[in-house]
């Protein structure tokens, strides 16, 4: 079946085997985990005919935008989660969304993107290390899906730590440019990730017989893990924050300082400026004009006024 990208039978001892007749497989009520690239027309016409799923079910499924959330079906539960995107040149924060239909014999996941945590539990079965039941891969996969997010948060806090090194380096600024690509990448990262942890906490709190008390212990875990994430990335922001008003304060002072020596200069040479503009109005003649040394006489008293205008302003603590 095109868009099918695999059918696995659970053997409840942690593996796997491929399932050959889908149809039948169904009518057996096996453990089944039924993974499908959602954008394939087969996979609407195929989710459309299960009998356990309503219309608005299956729609939600193939919806183009979902954000991380847990509904009850009719027959089970629609959970709605997302995944950093650790795919080759492809940005973390673009997270990677998968849609699964939940109950106790089945697991329908749906996918646009590659996502590894699908991939690494997919190896897991079928080297027999994998989830014994359907509740054991759910609680799997949110396992996998919460421990990928550390790597990339890892990776902000060594950037994060890597510009305020840069600020301490007078002669290396941190690029500021640089810095906003980072905050947008946290802030996106948070967008997706808080909901998430809203829809881990429904999911512990929803009645359904096929989750045990031991397995809502363990989402728990991934609930409170991620309540953590969501500080260090609520603090990689305010970061970010003061890193940023730090270089637009360094520049600041730069420019402040730049600005005030060229009002210094022009200060000095403000009445020297005076004095040679007097002397070339030439109204009634230039004075000195008849005397050899009028124009040596003339710049030593130049010389010696802007000596005593900088001696003032060194008195004054302006230079």
């Known amino acids: 079946m095109e868009g099918l990208l695999h059918a696995l039978m659970l053997d409840g001892q942690g593996g796997a085997t491929p399932v050959s007749d889908l149809t039948q497989a169904l009518k057996d009520e096996v453990p089944l985990w039924l993974h499908f690239d959602y954008t394939n027309d087969a996979v609407h016409h195929f989710l459309s005919q299960l009998d356990f799923l309503q219309e608005w079910e299956w729609q939600a499924l193939l919806a183009e935008e979902t954000r991380p959330r847990v509904t009850r079906a009719s027959h089970g539960l629609l959970l709605f989660l997302r995944g950093v995107n ?3 040149r492809q940005n973390p ?41 359907i509740s054991d891969l759910i ?37 500021y440019h640089q810095i906003t690509l980072l905050r947008r990448q946290v802030i996106a ?44 990335l609520e603090a990689s922001i305010e970061r ?15 420019l402040n ?12 040479f403000l009445p020297l400026g005076f004095l040679t503009g007097l002397l070339g109005v030439n109204i009634g003649g230039i ?14 008293a130049l010389v010696i006024l802007t000596v005593a205008v900088a001696v003032l302003f060194k008195r004054r603590k302006w230079i």
């Not at 096929?210 to 953590?228: I, K």
């Open 86 to 88: 650790l795919n080759p």
């Open 93 to 133: 924060e673009d997270m990677v969304s998968v849609r699964c239909f939940i109950n106790k014999n089945v697991l329908i996941t749906c996918r646009k993107r590659v996502l590894i945590s699908i991939e690494e539990l997919h190896s897991a079965l079928l080297d027999g290390q994998g989830a014994q039941s």
């Open 139 to 175: 609680c799997a996969l949110i396992d996998r899906l919460t421990h990928h997010m550390q790597d990339t948060l890892w990776q902000v806090e060594e950037q994060l730590d890597e510009f305020e090194e840069q600020l301490d380096k007078e002669e290396c600024q941190p690029d």
């Open 189 to 232: 990262l948070k967008r997706y990730i808080k909901p998430q942890r809203q829809a881990i906490y429904d999911l512990i709190d929803t009645k359904v017989n096929f989750l045990s008390l031991d397995q809502r212990r363990l989402l728990g875990e991934a609930n409170n893990t991620l309540s953590r994430y969501i500080e260090e």
């Open 240 to 254: 970010a924050q003061v890193l940023q008003q730090s270089i637009t304060n360094q520049l600041n002072e730069q």
């Open 257 to 268: 300082q730049r600005m005030y020596i060229m009002s210094v200069v022009a200060a000095l």
């Open 287 to 300: 004075p000195g004009t008849e005397n050899p040394w009028a124009f040596t006489i003339f710049i030593l």
